[in-house]
């Protein structure tokens, strides 16, 4: 599975982005695909995730602001993210993995594929 990601850039606080991740095939239902970030001198940190398909789990300081979605082909996962902060720049990768269990879900290292990253830069 390769995974490309697009729709970073630089917002004002309180703006919106959403993020792209182009999976190289139909994926839906089969993989548990996720959001991470990492920002400058600290590690690489669980925001959001898609479990096979179904249920989605959120990091609590994005709970309300974020949304990962998909659309109807299953190649494409989202991260719609609004009310954005200072505190959310960051480079933000996509995952996925098709054989993470449950507990692992915000666990970087439960996943094989990622994407090359996208830099968000939230001004004050």
């Known amino acids: 599975v390769q995974l490309v990601e697009s729709g970073g850039g630089l917002v004002q606080a309180g703006g919106s982005l959403r993020l792209s991740c182009a999976a190289s095939?139909?994926?839906?239902?089969?993989?548990?695909m996720a959001w991470f970030r990492q920002a400058p001198g600290k590690e690489r940190e669980f925001v959001a995730a898609?479990?096979?398909?179904?249920?989605?789990y959120y990091e609590d300081s994005v709970k309300g602001r974020f949304d990962i979605a998909r659309d109807n082909t299953g190649s494409t996962t989202y991260l719609e993210m609004n009310s954005l902060s200072p505190d959310d720049t960051a480079v933000y990768y996509c995952?996925?993995?098709?054989?993470?269990?449950?507990?692992?879900?915000?666990?970087?290292?439960?996943?094989?594929?990622w994407g090359q990253g996208t830099q968000v830069t939230v001004s004050s």
């Open positions: 898609r479990f096979r398909g179904g249920r989605t």
């Open positions: 095939g139909n994926i839906f239902g089969r993989y548990t």
């Open positions: 995952a996925a993995d098709n054989h993470l269990i449950l507990s692992t879900i915000r666990t970087a290292s439960a996943y094989d594929y």
